[in-house]
């Protein structure tokens, strides 16, 4: 009864055609590893939906999280790695507030400027 349950599990027009050849020692054996491999897949399967679900959530921590050094008025340079079920992805964020940024750049434009004329002239 065992056996035809094992059967009833997978369908027979889906095995190849050898498998209605093998004995049946050798088609329970073939059961089981097929059996097996298909909870390693669910398995594997089931571990990158994990990595994913726990990679976008810390994206979205970490937007939240960028969302309010904005209002608070600092600069932030954010590097972070994520694993997601698909492989890692690298994230590098720079901003910050506008207000202190543009004259920092401006104040740096001038000074470059200026090297450049007294090393030209």
Not at 94 to 104: A, H, M, R
Request: hydrophobic share 45%.
């Amino acid at each position: 009864m065992e056996e035809n349950n094992k059967l009833q599990k997978f369908d027979l027009d889906a095995l190849p055609a050898f498998f209605k050849d093998l004995t049946e020692e050798q088609q329970k054996a073939y059961l089981e590893k097929l059996a097996n491999d298909n909870a390693d897949l669910k398995k594997y399967a089931n571990e990158k939906i994990i990595d994913s679900k726990v990679a976008e959530r810390d994206m979205v921590t970490d937007i939240e999280f960028l969302k309010q050094v904005e209002t608070e008025g600092k600069v932030i340079k954010v590097k972070r790695k994520y694993r997601t079920g698909s492989g890692e992805m690298d994230i590098n964020i720079s901003g910050g507030d506008k207000k202190f940024i543009i004259p920092i750049l401006v104040v740096i434009g001038i000074i470059i400027i200026a090297m450049l004329f007294i090393l030209f002239r």
